[in-house]
């Protein structure tokens, strides 16, 4: 069977380090091992309350992201999701297959709707995982490149293409969540127990933030009692974070930055990190300005919706016959 990778991200927010580490540095390597579909997940950002004028300037910011990245846009299909209809149509179908037990048990949703009043609560937030399972079966993506907390959401897809399989023959492809050795869980900068998120301007790096913010940012991270440079999550959770954050970015292993550092006091260790992160960000910063102002983000966005559309509607009209939906 062909491969085919699928991923997406969400136009909330500003774009993390968290992002880029997790998912968006390598999207460009994944297109030599097969068919990639990436897009901006517009409609699964709509299940918290935002701006119409600012979620239009992150979908730009996010497509020119993509682009940065240093993708072939004609080797990859680029889209929006809701350019493509047959995302919401087929959610309103799955919306049937995934149940209310297992939506709850999401983490996602229980961290998210924890800090809600419950009658601020959109449906749309409860049933984030059927659209985004409905994003993965149309394309009959196999590989589903994520960071860490995405994980939960891919096993669930993978249990509705079981039932669904199961219930209807082989309908479904079934997917598979990928994610990097290093780097699946950046933390936060200012509380590294926590997730660096894209609501936390303090302990986040935002890509496009300035270089010297994002110096600054790196220079007063919290760092652990002791003086070792060492990969330790229980007892040195910030030094870990930036080893790990390091290595990512240099593309070797925990130990072998461990050993780089093993001599070094903390200064210069965050002075090397902040290095490392202004370099590959400053050039990253760089590419997704030209994109912008050449526009260039348009032209593979409309040619995405029509590539994207039809294989979308094809595995559309397939789950639709099989269920007993008449084409007429
Ligand atoms: P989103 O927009 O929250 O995040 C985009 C990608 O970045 C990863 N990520 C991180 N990786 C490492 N460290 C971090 N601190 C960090 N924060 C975020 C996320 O895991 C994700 O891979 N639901 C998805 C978007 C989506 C999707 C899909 C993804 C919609 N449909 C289908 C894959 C397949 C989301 O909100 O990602």
Redesign the pocket.
């Given at each position: 069977m062909a491969t085919r990778i699928?991923?997406?991200?969400?136009p909330?927010g500003q774009l993390?380090l968290?992002?880029y580490?997790?998912?968006l540095k390598h999207l460009k390597e994944e297109t030599n091992r097969g068919e990639c579909f990436y897009f901006i997940?517009d409609l699964?950002a709509l299940t918290m309350p935002i701006d119409p004028e600012v979620l239009k300037q992150n979908t730009i910011d996010l497509a020119c992201f993509y682009l940065a990245s240093g993708i072939d846009p004609k080797k990859v299909t680029l889209f929006v999701q809701s350019s493509v209809s047959a995302h919401a149509e087929l959610n309103a179908i799955m919306q049937n297959y995934l149940y209310m037990g297992e939506l709850s048990r999401m983490t996602q949703f229980k961290d998210k709707s924890s800090k809600m009043k419950e009658s601020a609560i959109g449906l749309g937030l409860f049933s984030?995982p059927v659209?985004?399972a409905c994003?993965?079966v149309l394309y009959d993506a196999n590989i589903?490149?994520?960071?860490?907390?995405?994980v939960q959401?891919?096993e669930l897809t993978r249990d509705l293409v079981n039932r669904i399989n199961n219930k209807y023959g082989n309908v479904l492809v079934m997917p598979k969540a990928e994610m990097r050795k290093v780097?699946?869980?950046?933390?936060s900068l200012s509380d590294p127990t926590k997730?660096?998120?894209?609501s936390d301007p303090k302990g986040d790096i935002f890509l496009k933030d300035d270089l010297a913010v994002i110096r600054k940012k790196i220079m007063s991270a919290v760092t652990d009692s002791g003086s070792e440079v060492k990969y330790d999550i229980e007892n040195k959770p910030g030094i870990s974070n930036l080893l790990t954050i390091y290595a990512a970015l240099k593309d070797i292993s925990i130990e072998e930055a461990e050993n780089q550092f093993k001599d070094s006091r903390y200064g210069d260790f965050k002075k090397a990190v902040a290095d490392v992160v202004c370099d590959e960000l400053g050039a990253f910063q760089k590419k997704y300005q030209e994109i912008l102002e050449s526009k260039a983000y348009v032209k593979v966005l409309e040619e995405g919706k029509e590539k994207a559309s039809a294989i979308a509607n094809q595995t559309l009209n397939r789950i639709k016959d099989a269920i007993g939906l008449l084409k007429v």
């Open positions: 699928l991923t997406g991200i969400k909330t993390t968290g992002n580490i997790g998912v997940a699964h984030y659209l985004m994003d993965i589903i490149p994520v960071g860490e907390d995405q959401h891919v780097g699946a869980r950046i933390m997730k660096m998120s894209k």
